[in-house]
């Protein structure tokens, strides 16, 4: 993309809005029919953020501007979405940060690149998959925009920690219906070759976890050399990874 030198998912969204904006009819909304006290004009989208960001905006017209781009957002998608998650960059990065400390404790000064990129990815990712969920009639969007996205980052990170074997010595503490799974010592990729042969996974989905799980690939490398979107990649690795979860907890009780 021209005149952007970041891969982050968070700095592509930006630039993808700055794009948007530039030309003699940018996005706007109707001020006259938003009413809450903004100006009755139509409001170019790069000042309405600057005015929600003000502390001078109340709770009750952020909220009320936000209802209105979440549902032009779920019924226009594009330029839209695009609006709708330009608008929303500060709270994604806090979030981005929030997250790091929880998922890579031990990057919280110095992330590693290669799960940043990953990370503000599936953080876009479910924050896109937020706007299409939350409640407009709820309180606080915004709040509630970011604790859907958390909560969908953080749920799909629990399963890539332990997926393919179970540790004896923590399966007699876990609580009812839950079995810890933890990685295997040995080689994994042959457990992955095992359930190839018994129809568990794919070998395309064997090579998605060998690649981005075994070998250090980040997701988003590998989307790019692929030709995939980030997105269904990532469905892709959860399914087949729930599926050995589930494979495996069949073949230890």
């Not at 998605?208 to 070998?215: A, D, K, M, P, W």
Request: contains cysteine.
């Amino acid at each position: 993309m021209p005149g952007l030198a970041s891969s982050l998912a968070l700095d592509v969204a930006e630039h993808a809005f700055d794009l948007l904006m530039r030309g003699p009819d940018p996005l706007s909304v109707d001020g006259v029919a938003l009413g809450q006290g903004l100006p009755a004009r139509p409001i170019p989208m790069d000042e309405l953020r600057m005015m929600l960001l003000h502390p001078s905006c109340t709770r009750m017209t952020r909220d009320h501007v936000w209802r209105h781009l979440i549902e032009q957002a779920r019924t226009h998608r594009g330029a839209w979405m695009v609006a709708a998650v330009a608008l929303a960059l500060p709270m994604l990065r806090r979030l981005v940060t929030t997250l790091t400390t929880k998922i890579h404790p031990e990057q919280a000064d110095r992330p590693i690149r290669a799960d940043r990129e990953d990370l503000e990815a599936e953080v876009l990712a479910a924050y896109m998959e937020a706007l299409t969920r939350v409640n407009v009639a709820w309180s606080h969007p915004v709040l509630r925009l970011s604790r859907l996205t958390q909560f969908t980052v953080l749920r799909a990170y629990a399963p890539q920690r332990p997926v393919l074997l179970a540790d004896p010595d923590l399966i007699d503490r876990a609580e009812p219906g839950q079995q810890p799974l933890t990685y295997p010592a040995g080689h994994p990729d042959l457990l992955l070759a095992q359930a190839v042969a018994e129809g568990v996974i794919t070998e395309a989905e064997a090579e998605l976890i060998g690649l981005t799980r075994l070998e250090g690939v980040s997701l988003s490398s590998y989307c790019r050399r692929r030709g995939l979107l980030y997105c269904t990649a990532l469905k892709r690795r959860q399914r087949a990874e729930n599926a050995l979860s589930r494979a495996l907890l069949e073949h230890i009780r």
